[in-house]
């Protein structure tokens, strides 16, 4: 039963139209995930004017990473600061950014948190009474990014993770599939003119804050539509956490000193960062204790008011972080707080698939981040502005389209969920587990070998080989199979890529090859799921003349 108004947009019908066993919507745009990305692109391609549903594996404006935490930005007024900025990390990225890419996130992300000031966002006030708006809490944000999708007539799918896309006989992409988890895991399909994929980034399931849910699964929906990544090498985000803890917000360490099992305190090498320093040793495999015994006295009491979170578990150990050391250990971030992701082929974030967009972490950020992380402010203001991006694009897509998707799509989701031998219950565990091993271990990761990774990739090729034969789960192993399959793919594209990065840049270090090739100052596009192919970017970097000589200087 199909909704009369379906051409003002999706089906009106409140459980949408049900086809076999299926529900299905009809929208417009389709958006794939709620973060902060997702939220932006449904808000983009609604006030564009078309028709929009957003489905999330969770619950929309408390699922996530920035759901759990809460994101500082690159947020800027124009002139002199903005283009000294530009300039800074041009200088630390490793060559890899593009600076008309920087200047529109900027200008974007200026106009978007502005506009969450004229909402009501209530940012801290300065001793003069002026807000400060470079820091979002997450709940607080995401919260009202969720009233404003939900009032800008958006539908919002909660609990219904993506599994698949769907495509004409064009191959353009034309909605996607999943599971209704709160539903009796029965599937559901929306038909759209275009989608965006907004899932996050990959932490292989480490246990980090607010990750558990970005299992890159838009990225492997997205390949198997023929979409290329790019920057999968800088995926090496570790975060610090007490040892029997997950909490990786790093705000307060910047007031830890580190020091060894003995109690001696780490020794630094100029110019290297305390945390870094830490980092380094515990990827050796040794003991690393923290204290946080250069916050000032003033100050400690509304650090504990400001991220209680923090304190919480510690002080439930009994340890009073300000005196007593306590032990700490590294936790993946993965592609969340590195920069890899989908490659963007334009200004509008359409992916190397027509009818995909991209947006967030599930798209690369290399173009403002380059090499190096993006976790402190750049990621966050990437997602609200490729978020918006996409959004508008996937809407500018999508409205020739109406009323003209084909009436017979195809799925295109292959490894778990179609798999083309006998299926072997339990797989899902162990696929996981096969891609943890080789990329999780600070040991591997943080630091890279040849040797190693060649290893990696042989073993991840015949996991994947394996997968592809025999994972496979229906209702809730379903989510876990399609999962198991993502991270596995994830790990080897990461593997892929940071084997043909034979140098170390940024992020990306490599004990056999230890400094920078020039040969390599290009972006590294990674693609392909039964055979991995690396490529450089036709597209090289674009970085303004001031930095082009700090470079070479
Ligand atoms: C502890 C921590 C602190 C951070 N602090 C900062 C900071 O201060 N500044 C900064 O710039 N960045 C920071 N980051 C990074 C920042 O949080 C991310 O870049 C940002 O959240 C990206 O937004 P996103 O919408 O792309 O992804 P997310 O916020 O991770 O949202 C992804 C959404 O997609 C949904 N999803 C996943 N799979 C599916 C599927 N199959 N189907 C449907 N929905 C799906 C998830 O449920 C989730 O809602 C931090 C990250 C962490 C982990």
């Not at 990390?89 to 974007?108: H, I, K, N, S």
């Not at 992409?173 to 994929?197: C, F, L, M, N």
Request: charged share 20%; hydrophobic share 40%; aromatic share 6%.
């Amino acid at each position: 039963m199909n909704s009369p108004d379906r051409h003002l947009g999706c089906d009106r019908h409140e459980d949408g139209a049900r086809v076999n066993d299926a529900v299905r919507y009809e929208a417009d745009v389709l958006v794939l995930g709620g973060g902060p990305a997702g939220t932006w692109a449904a808000l983009a391609a609604a006030a564009a004017g078309v028709s929009v549903v957003l489905a999330d594996k969770g619950f929309c404006g408390s699922s996530g990473a920035t759901a759990s935490g809460g994101n500082n930005l690159w947020y800027l007024p124009d002139g002199p600061v903005r283009e000294r900025s530009i300039r800074a990390r041009q200088a630390q990225a490793g060559g890899l950014t593009d600076v008309t890419w920087m200047r529109r996130v900027l200008e974007t992300t200026w106009e978007k948190v502005n506009l969450l000031a004229e909402w009501g966002y209530p940012f801290p006030l300065d001793r003069d009474a002026t807000q400060l708006r470079a820091s979002l809490q997450g709940p607080e944000y995401m919260r009202r990014m969720r009233r404003r999708v939900h009032r800008s007539g958006v539908r919002i799918l909660d609990h219904h993770p993506a599994v698949e896309l769907l495509v004409d006989g064009d191959g353009v992409v034309s909605g996607a599939a999943g599971i209704a988890r709160q539903q009796g895991q029965r599937r559901w399909e929306v038909r759209a003119g275009a989608v965006v994929v907004a899932t996050g980034g990959c932490a292989l399931l480490s246990g980090g804050f607010g990750t558990n849910v970005d299992t890159g699964d838009g990225l492997l929906m997205a390949a198997e539509v023929g979409a290329e990544l790019s920057g999968m090498e800088f995926s090496t985000a570790y975060a610090l956490s007490p040892e029997w803890g997950v909490h990786t917000k790093g705000l307060m360490m910047q007031f830890a000193t580190y020091y060894d099992e003995s109690g001696t305190p780490l020794r630094l090498a100029d110019g290297v960062p305390p945390r870094f320093a830490a980092a380094q040793l515990l990827a050796e495999g040794r003991r690393v204790l923290a204290r946080l015994d250069k916050a000032p006295p003033h100050l400690r009491e509304s650090m504990r008011n400001s991220q209680p979170n923090f304190f919480l578990p510690l002080e439930k150990a009994g340890v009073n972080v300000f005196s007593d050391m306590y032990p700490i250990r590294m936790v993946y971030e993965g592609t969340v707080r590195g920069t890899g992701g989908l490659r963007v082929v334009d200004h509008a974030c359409a992916t190397t698939a027509p009818g995909l967009f991209a947006a967030g972490d599930a798209a690369t950020r290399e173009l403002i981040t380059g090499a190096i992380s993006g976790g402190g402010s750049h990621n966050g203001a990437w997602a609200i502005s490729s978020g918006t991006y996409a959004g508008r694009g996937a809407a500018r897509f999508a409205l020739p389209r109406r009323g003209a998707v084909a009436a017979s799509l195809a799925p295109r989701g292959r490894v778990g969920i179609r798999p083309s031998g006998a299926v072997r219950p339990g797989l899902a565990p162990e696929v996981i587990d096969v891609a943890q091993q080789h990329v999780l271990p600070p040991q591997r990761t943080f630091v890279r070998t040849g040797e190693q990774l060649q290893a990696s990739a042989a073993a991840l090729q015949d996991a994947w080989q394996d997968a592809g034969r025999h994972l496979h789960g229906s209702g809730r192993d379903l989510l876990r199979s399609r999962q198991a399959a993502a991270l596995l793919a994830c790990a080897r594209w990461i593997t892929a890529a940071a084997l043909a990065r034979t140098e170390t840049r940024g992020m990306h270090r490599r004990s056999d090859r230890p400094t920078a090739d020039p040969s390599l100052a290009h972006r590294l596009l990674v693609g392909g799921l039964a055979e991995i192919r690396t490529r450089p970017d036709p597209v090289g970097p674009l970085l303004s003349d001031d930095s082009t000589e700090e470079l070479a200087s």
